[in-house]
C-alpha cells in the first residue's frame, strides 16, 4: 500500500487559519476536501493518506476523525489537542471513542510558531506527552532549526515515544541550506525512537525554480541520518500547490529517493508510515 502520510483539508470559510494570512498563500486561501485529493490519490498510484491538523481546535480533529469515518482511503488522522490541558488524558479517551477514533494516530501542535523555542520542555507540555504516549499515540514535531535542541531533548527524555518529524525540520533550502540544520537534524536521528517526513521541501525552495537535484542534499541528509526504516513520503498537499503540481512534487521526491535505492523508495511510501503511526491497515 503507497500512503501519502502527510496532507491537509480545510476551508477558510468556515474557520480561521492565522498562519494563511501572508499574500503569498493567497493561491491556497480556499475549501480543499476530500473529493479534491481523490482524483488526485487516483492519478499519482497512493491508495491512502493520513491528513494532518491545520489549526489549534478541537473542533478540526472531530472534523477530521468524522472525514475519516465517511472516507476509506483516509487511514489516519495526526490532530491536535491542548498539550497544556491537565485532563488532556480525558479529552484524548473521548476522542478514541468517537465513530472511527481509532484513526486517530497522532498529535501535532505547531511548535514553531512559538515564542519560547523550548516550548516542548515546560511541564505541562511534558505531562500532556505523557498522556500522549500512554494513549500509543505519535506525536509529529512541527520545528525548525531553533526548536531542534528541544526536540532532541523530549526525544532522548520519552524513549518509550513515537516521534515524528515534519518536513525534515524545514530546512532552508532556498538558501543552500546550513550546518546548525545538518548537525541538529542527526543529533535527533540518533534518537531511535524518532521518524523523518520526506515532505515539505519543494515550499521551502523557491517556489518558481527548483527541481530534485536541488531537493536531493536534503534528502541525501535525512536518509543517511535517519535510515531507510524511519523515512516517510508525504506531499504536504494543499500546501505543496504553492511550488508545484501533487504529481510534480511526488516525481520530485520519488526521483530523490530513487537515488538512494529501490528499497528505501518502498518503505518511504508506505511501510514506514504504517509502523510509525501503527496503522491498523493490511
Known amino acids: 500500500m503507497i500512503i501519502d502520510a502527510h496532507q491537509h483539508f480545510w476551508d477558510p470559510a468556515r474557520a480561521d487559519y492565522p498562519w494563511m494570512g501572508a499574500p503569498e498563500l493567497a493561491p491556497i486561501r480556499r475549501a480543499f476536501g476530500p473529493a479534491d485529493l481523490a482524483p488526485l490519490l487516483k492519478a499519482n498510484g497512493i491508495d491512502a493518506s493520513i491528513v494532518v491538523q491545520c489549526r489549534s481546535a478541537l473542533e478540526e480533529t472531530q472534523e477530521f476523525l468524522r472525514i475519516a469515518h465517511a472516507t476509506p482511503s483516509v487511514v489516519g488522522v495526526v490532530g491536535w489537542a491542548d498539550l497544556t490541558d491537565a485532563s488532556l488524558g480525558d479529552t484524548l479517551d473521548r476522542l478514541r471513542a468517537l465513530p472511527d477514533g481509532n484513526k486517530l ?145 511526488k516525481g520530485a521526491l520519488e526521483a530523490c529517493l530513487a537515488k538512494l535505492g529501490p528499497q528505501v523508495r518502498e518503505k518511504a511510501f508506505g511501510v514506514n508510515a504504517k509502523g510509525a503511526y501503527r496503522l491498523a491497515i493490511a
Not at 520526506?198 to 531537493?215: C, F, M, P, Q, V
Open 105 to 249: 494516530v497522532g498529535i501535532r501542535h505547531q511548535v514553531h510558531d512559538e515564542p519560547d523555542p523550548d516550548w516542548l520542555l515546560r511541564a505541562d507540555v511534558q505531562r500532556g506527552l505523557a498522556a500522549v504516549v500512554a494513549r500509543d499515540l505519535a506525536y509529529d514535531l512541527l520545528v525548525r532549526t531553533r526548536e531542534l535542541p528541544a526536540a532532541i531533548a523530549i526525544a532522548q527524555a520519552f524513549p518509550q515515544a513515537r516521534f515524528v518529524l515534519d518536513h525534515a525540520a524545514k530546512p532552508a533550502i532556498a538558501d543552500g541550506g546550513a550546518a546548525e540544520w545538518s548537525d541538529r537534524i542527526a543529533a535527533l536521528a540518533a534518537c531511535g525512537n524518532v521518524w523523518c517526513k520526506i515532505s515539505g521541501l519543494a515550499t521551502e525552495a523557491n517556489w518558481k525554480d527548483w527541481d530534485a537535484e536541488r531537493l536531493f542534499p536534503f534528502v541525501e541528509h535525512v536518509a543517511t541520518c535517519f535510515g531507510e526504516d524511519r523515512l516517510i513520503f508525504g506531499s504536504d498537499w494543499p500546501v505543496c500547490l504553492l511550488a508545484g503540481s501533487y504529481a510534480e512534487i
